[in-house]
């Protein structure tokens, strides 16, 4: 079944950013999503979305995503609980390892080689899994060491909110289809955090990347769901935060939609057909008047 969720970065005032998120809702959106950065114009998560969740009934909230080097996950699992609560169990939660070079360096922090943050990220998951089932819960790892923490409430979904991974490398794939419920697939972005890493694009990659995902998952005995960020639809309208590259190098793939409702409708159909994706995120709001018209032909579609 096609779901579609959009990113919303902020607003003018409350009522503005609630106007948007029912707009979402009203249009036939599944999620409204936040990314996560400490730099450019764009509200911090969980207040925004705690708002987008006031504002509306039926649209999920959630991250593209929540960085996990700016948060201990103790402290991230309580707020994601809290959310999940107050947003009746509409929580979509997404989670990276933080990549941007710039969030990190004008803020002080490390950006560690992406090996150590995926070590760190893994370990992550696994502590707020252990929190979220209840109970007390001890981790002894390499990055955090909790010693019976029971954290209360518990989130309304169980065992906890739908996880969604997002990224390129093979070694981030391979940990979302061991352990998250969507997988948002892109390119990879470079070692150092300066962007996308555009040798990492076109189909035969995101193939590939659809392939290492269906197959970890095989292993496992695991069904997660599939999806990708649409970056442009027709001409470039507004310079994206993840890259005014990467729609460039991305031109035959599922990520950059040209034509008609018609034409990228029947697109849409293709790619669920020969991918199995089935989650489609807007990237822009630029786009959301071109991609409405989609939205309403297709969501919910089997």
Known sequence: MFRFAAVVRMAESAKGWAEKARRLEDSGFDALLVPDHLTGPRFAPVAALTAA???TTRLKVGTLVFANDYRHPAVLAKEATTLDVLSDGRLEFG???GWMASDYDRAGLT???PGVRMARLTEAIQVMKGLWRGGPFSFDGEHYRLD???????PIQRPGPRLMLGGGGP???RLAAREADIVNLTMR???DGSG???SDGGLDAFRRKVEIVRTEAATRGR???LGTSILQIGPAQEKASWSAAAPAAQTDTPQVLTGDTAKICDDLRRWREELGLTYFVLHLEAHLDAFAPVVAALAGEN
């Not at 019976?148 to 518990?154: G, M």
């Open 53 to 55: 969740a006031c504002a």
């Open 95 to 97: 989670l990276g390892t």
């Open 111 to 113: 950006l560690d080689p």
């Open 148 to 154: 019976c923490l029971e954290q209360e409430p518990v």
């Open 171 to 173: 070694r981030m794939l």
């Open 189 to 191: 972005v470079k070692p």
């Open 196 to 198: 996308p890493d555009t």
């Open 223 to 225: 069904q997660v769901e």
